[in-house]
T-cell receptor, first 113, second 113 residues
Framework: GENVEQHPSTLSVQEGDSAVIKCTYS??????FPWYKQELGKRPQLIID?????GEKKDQRIAVTLNKTAKHFSLHITETQPEDSAVYFC????????????FGAGTRLAVHP | NAGVTQTPKFQVLKTGQSMTLQCAQD?????MSWYRQDPGMGLRLIHY???????DQGEVPNGYNVSRSTTEDFPLRLLSAAPSQTSVYFC????????????FGSGTQLSVL
């Protein structure tokens, strides 16, 4: 079936450390993998995405890597800051029927000063 | 542009009542979708639409109906509310059905007693 698994469910780091969140997906035909950040009480917002024709993408302190053979992708946040504290969701685009975006269960990241 | 507008922001229902959550977007997006968010379970897709007159089921469609008579509007109907439908509901849209940023509404907090 269409499934995205995300680990860990919670992550606690010290300010300045790096944080890594990992996701796996079930359909080898998936070709689009976005990451969303949701601050407390707010709506999810896209922070970075990657398509299957590239293996890595960076945007300042955030990077995403994709391993299509293993069907997993990861979010890397370097030099974490307290404002990075939020819930992060990975997602994958599935094309069974019409295209639809399926999300992982989320990772609650806490960055401690 | 107002973006994606959801109403109401909060709603309390009694078991067995019906209601409609409203969602409208003014960006001429083809793709619209409904997600529910429950603690520890991420964002789960309820129903989605790839254009006016075209809808499909997501991961958790039971107990919900949708229709898409116009490009702008995508209402979600709860036929007979149950306590298990207590959740935060997000409507989201994107320009097309493939690998593009989702724009989320601000959410509806629904409690079913």
């Amino acid at each position: 079936g269409e499934n995205v698994e995300q680990h860990p469910s919670t992550l606690s780091v010290q300010e300045g450390d790096s944080a890594v969140i990992k996701c796996t997906y079930s359909d080898s035909a998936s070709n689009y993998f976005p990451w969303y950040k949701q601050e407390l009480g707010k709506r999810p917002q896209l922070i970075i995405d990657i398509r299957s024709n590239v293996g890595e993408k960076k945007d300042q302190r955030i990077a995403v890597t994709l391993n299509k053979t293993a069907k997993h992708f990861s979010l890397h946040i370097t030099e974490t800051q307290p404002e990075d504290s939020a819930v992060y969701f990975c997602a994958a685009l599935f094309s069974g029927g019409y295209n639809k975006l399926i999300f992982g269960a989320g990772t609650r990241l806490a960055v401690h000063p | 542009n107002a973006g994606v507008t959801q109403t109401p922001k909060f709603q309390v229902l009694k078991t067995g009542q019906s209601m409609t959550l409203q969602c409208a977007q003014d960006m001429n997006h083809e793709y619209m979708s409904w997600y529910r968010q429950d603690p520890g379970m991420g964002l789960r897709l309820i129903h989605y639409s790839v254009g006016a007159g075209i809808t499909d089921q997501g991961e958790v469609p039971n107990g919900y109906n949708v229709s898409r008579s116009t490009t702008e509007d995508f209402p979600l109907r709860l036929l007979s509310a149950a306590p298990s439908q207590t959740s935060v509901y997000f409507c989201a849209s994107s320009p097309t059905a493939t690998n593009e940023k989702l724009f989320f509404g601000s959410g509806t907090q629904l409690s079913v007693l």
